[in-house]
């Protein structure tokens, strides 16, 4: 069964950092772009971040303007998404999902999610 | 960057409604459209893949069609357990994006 599971969030102050992790199983991890999508507290879906199977093609949503990275390790089939600078407006879960052909297609499955809070 | 529009933001709808739930891009995108549905405290789930393909799983009811720019959801005979909100979303280019969301409730 193909199973994504997050981890990493917590509570941080502004200005601080934070890194998701996400576990990937149930298929062959390096053949599959994977991206992180967040959800604001009561609000709609976000694209955050794609990254490649070979790491070669990386995309952000301009909306965080440099603060985050994703990054991959295909040898432990794990995603992640190192997130600098954080604001009060980065508060959101967090989810990793794969995109379910090359370059296009849907987001399946999705994870539980891992919750971040930027607060002071 | 493609924008995705949804009509309408809230519905409440009674059980065996018929519910239409429309996307609208802000340029063309082939059939790259796919619906997910999700339920209060839950993660979505894909429901309708390009545009009006199903999964195995998901009740026939649920059924998706359009192409390029103008795109519906159809819920027939609407049950209580189809209560949640729904997304439109495109990967044709980047920035990848979803519509804002339609909500529906049960009455």
């Known amino acids: 069964e193909v199973h994504l599971v997050e981890s990493g969030g917590g509570l941080v102050k502004p200005g601080g950092s934070l890194r998701l992790s996400c576990a990937a199983s149930?298929?062959?991890?390096?053949?599959?772009?994977m991206n992180w999508v967040r959800q604001a507290p009561g609000k709609g879906l976000e694209w955050v971040s794609s990254i490649s199977g070979s790491s070669s093609y990386i995309y952000y949503a301009d909306s965080l303007k440099g603060r985050f990275t994703i990054s991959r390790d295909n040898a432990k089939n794990s995603l992640y998404l190192q997130m600098n600078s954080l604001r009060a407006e980065d508060t959101a879960l967090y989810y990793c999902v794969r995109l379910a052909e090359l370059n296009r297609g849907w987001f399946d499955p999705w994870g539980q999610g891992t919750l971040v809070t930027v607060s002071s | 960057e493609i924008v995705l529009t949804q009509s309408p933001d809230f519905q409440s709808v009674t059980p065996k409604e018929k519910v239409t739930i429309t996307c609208r891009a802000s340029q063309s995108i082939g059939n790259n459209l796919h619906w997910y549905q999700q339920k209060p405290d839950q993660s979505p789930k894909i429901i309708i893949k390009?545009?009006?393909q199903s999964f195995s799983g998901v009740p026939s009811r649920f059924s998706g069609s359009g192409s390029g720019t103008d795109f519906t959801l159809t819920i027939n005979s609407l049950e209580v357990e189809d209560a949640a909100t729904y997304y439109c979303h495109q990967s044709t280019s980047f920035p990848y994006t979803f519509g804002q969301g339609t909500k529906l409730e049960i009455k």
């Open positions: 390009f545009a009006s």
């Open positions: 149930g298929f062959t991890f390096y053949s599959y772009n």
